[in-house]
């Protein structure tokens, strides 16, 4: 996990299994908590396979970043864990994504300037403009 | 040479003795036959490779009927007539023999055998019989020559639509940052499944923050496309993409919203050149807010 200005930058590993990512949950929940950053992003580049609970993790912790009043989103899915969880019918409904920690990092930056496309989310977005 | 023939096995044997005997007979028959219809075996317009087909089809019914089985050309002795057979349709249907032309090539083969056992001088009952087996036998090869160049067809048709399939969907790099597809045709989830692949991996190569689908060429939208659709609209939204539909006619949009399709958290343009615009504004808004973060 590294922290860069006011983003915490959280890379998940590729052998995620299911109690390493509810400890990465608790240590984001953490840092943000202790940091105070203003967003979040979750690096999943490196993640390969995902099942329906790895799914479910990333959708708390974006969630429990909210709750904490910080920015997130998933950055760097890789096509192959898209089209699984589409198929799987788990959009990360409410859940930013971008495609790199770059893109991800320019995101949040629009969002706290409350310029640009904010609602850039994945699976059923909220209006858009 | 006057025995009464009544098992398969002895019907194998009397043809196997036969086409040892005369075989050369078989062939030259067979060959004149050919050669009087227009229907030649494999195409073969030189006499000499037309009569060497012919030879080796011969060797290979003598090797199936040592088997002492001749009902059709079934068993493991058969093999080699079955792959010769197989061999000879499919380069006639590469030279542009119709399968008729083929099978009425071996059919001859009927005429050719019925002349030389007519000429072994077997009393009526058993002539008869022997005519019958043959006949039985020639017909299994020539069906047998059918199937294959039905089968050498099929082939054709499953590459040519993997290929079409392939071909249908090109990413193209529209602008900096966004690609777009242009879907032609029906889209079945086969084609999702490769549209959404080349799609997201050319967001992934072209580090694309929006991707266009324009559906001009699509003919018709129901409720299944449009379910395809929001797969791709979904994918793309996850790899942290923006997906933007295009090509929207007037009578798609109209039967969009007969179906009660639900396509509000989606942007929709009515052409390429909208959607061009809209993705344009968003890559700079984009820009824009990274120029500020810096």
Redesign the interface.
């Known amino acids: 996990m590294v922290r860069t200005g006011q983003v915490l930058i959280a890379t998940l590993g590729d052998e995620l299994d299911d109690q390493s990512a509810l400890g990465m949950l608790s240590d984001v929940a953490d840092r943000v908590a202790r940091d105070r950053v203003q967003g979040v992003l979750l690096d999943i580049s490196a993640l390969e396979i995902v099942d329906s609970f790895i799914c479910k993790v990333l959708g708390d912790t974006a969630a429990v970043v909210k709750v904490l009043g910080a920015q997130v989103a998933v950055v760097g899915m890789r096509p192959v864990v898209a089209i699984t969880l589409v198929e799987l019918g788990l959009p990360l409904t409410g859940v930013a994504t971008a495609l790199t920690v770059d893109h991800g990092l320019a995101l949040l930056a629009g969002s706290a300037a409350a310029v640009g496309p904010t609602g850039r989310e994945g699976g059923g977005p909220g209006p858009r403009r | 040479m006057a025995q009464a023939l009544t098992s398969e096995a002895e019907h194998a044997q009397w043809l196997l003795d036969l086409l040892t005997r005369k075989g050369a007979d078989v062939v030259d028959a067979w060959v004149a036959a050919q050669e009087r219809g227009s229907a030649t075996l494999g195409l073969a317009p030189d006499p000499r490779s037309l009569r060497a087909t012919a030879e080796s089809v011969v060797e290979a019914m003598r090797v199936g009927l040592a088997s002492g089985r001749v009902a059709e050309p079934a068993g493991p002795q058969y093999e080699g007539l079955r792959r010769l057979l197989a061999d000879t349709s499919s380069r006639g249907a590469h030279s542009g023999a119709t399968p008729t032309e083929t099978a009425t090539a071996v059919l001859t083969l009927r005429e050719a055998l019925h002349g030389v056992a007519q000429a072994e001088g077997l009393p009526g009952e058993a002539l008869a019989q022997v005519t019958l087996v043959l006949g039985r036998l020639v017909d299994a090869m020539a069906l047998l020559t059918f199937e294959t160049f039905v089968a050498g067809r099929q082939d054709v048709i499953d590459r040519q639509s993997m290929e079409l399939l392939e071909l249908s969907t090109p990413v193209v790099r529209l602008w900096d940052g966004i690609v777009g597809v242009p879907l032609v045709g029906t889209l079945d989830s086969a084609r999702t ?1 490769v549209v ?2 080349t799609l ?2 050319a ?2 190569d072209e ?3 929006v991707a266009i689908l324009d559906i001009t060429g699509v003919p018709t939208v129901d409720t299944l496309v449009a379910q395809h659709l929001l ?1 791709t609209v ?9 997906c933007i539909i295009s090509g929207i006619r007037p009578t798609t949009a109209q039967t969009i919203v007969q179906l009660g399709i639900d396509l ?2 989606i ?1 929709t343009r009515s052409t390429l050149a909208d959607a061009l615009e809209t993705a344009i504004a ?1 890559v700079d ?6 120029r ?2 810096r």
């Open positions: 499944q959404m692949e997201l991996q967001i992934v580090r694309a923050s797969k979904t994918a793309t939204r996850l790899m942290g993409a923006d509000t958290d942007t968003r808004a984009l820009r824009g807010a990274a500020d973060r």
